[in-house]
């Protein structure tokens, strides 16, 4: 019991450190404003952001924008991660898989991923199918990379140990394969949500009128500081629920890797 009550309480410490570095960045922040040492027409404070957000969801527009952009940024990140996660699993662990798919998995990597809207807008048109593309290939390539390091990660010793029992190709992918690359998929996943919200939040920027980019553009655009801040907050708000929760469940998915 002693030894488990050490990581607990070490737990709860960085926890409460955490807190007190928010609420302290906070505090300064406010009583900065509060002060005037910054012009609070630019720099407004987080009680008139909270005040603005506040506003905001009562009227019901920050809503409808909140729900455009994750209907959008969950659409993309399932059909990228999707795919990513099944050509990954099968270039990690099929040689000529990866040796057909490399080259191309190379020169497309590198490419912003932003840069390819004019392209695809053309393809495509104008509407929901843009920001959705955009953001399913900037899903796809961490989970994929993700994938491919995680099926090389795995010891050799284990398809030996597979393939001593007389394991087939399915059964090996079952308890070889897919454990084994788990965590690393896991780490793409993470990133490839992050990527998701940055890439539809850009997108709507560019091209939307409704949703989280849409409503900081347009607040820029009619000199609406407060509204600016207000898309700011709530994006990061978002970025680190999401975060959040998809740490707790590669928690659940792969408990081993909490254990090393």
């Known amino acids: 019991m002693k030894k488990l009550s050490l990581p607990l309480k070490r737990v709860r410490r960085e926890a409460w450190i955490s807190i007190f570095s928010v609420v302290f960045v906070i505090s300064l922040w406010e009583a900065v404003v509060d002060l ?3 012009n609070s027409t630019f720099f407004p404070s987080p009680s008139t952001i909270a005040r603005a957000t506040v506003d905001s969801l009562a009227s019901g527009e920050l809503t409808g924008h909140i729900s455009i952009t994750m209907a959008r940024m969950f659409a993309g990140f399932f059909a990228g991660a999707a795919s990513g996660l099944v050509i990954g699993l099968a270039m990690g662990w099929s040689k000529e898989v990866r040796a057909f798919l490399d080259p191309i998995v190379s020169v497309t990597y590198p490419l912003p991923k932003i840069a390819l809207l004019p392209l695809i807008i053309l393809l495509v048109g104008i509407g929901e199918g843009p920001v959705i593309m955009i953001v399913a290939l900037g899903a796809f390539f961490p989970v994929l990379v993700n994938c491919v390091a995680g099926v090389a990660s795995i010891e050799p010793i284990y398809f030996d140990v597979a393939r001593n029992y007389g394991s087939g190709k399915l059964k090996t992918f079952a308890r070889v394969v897919l454990p084994g690359s788990l965590p690393m998929a896991l780490a793409g996943l993470r990133l490839a949500l992050g990527m998701s919200l940055l890439l539809t939040v850009v997108v709507e920027m560019s091209i ?27 994006i990061a708000i978002l970025g680190l629920l999401l975060n959040w929760l998809l740490g707790l469940a590669g928690k659940r998915l792969a408990p081993w890797r909490e254990a090393r």
């Open 36 to 38: 005037g040492w910054v």
């Open 208 to 234: 939307a009128t409704k949703g989280l980019g849409a409503m900081l553009w347009l607040s820029w655009q009619t000199f609406r500081i407060e509204k600016i801040y207000v898309a700011i907050v709530i």
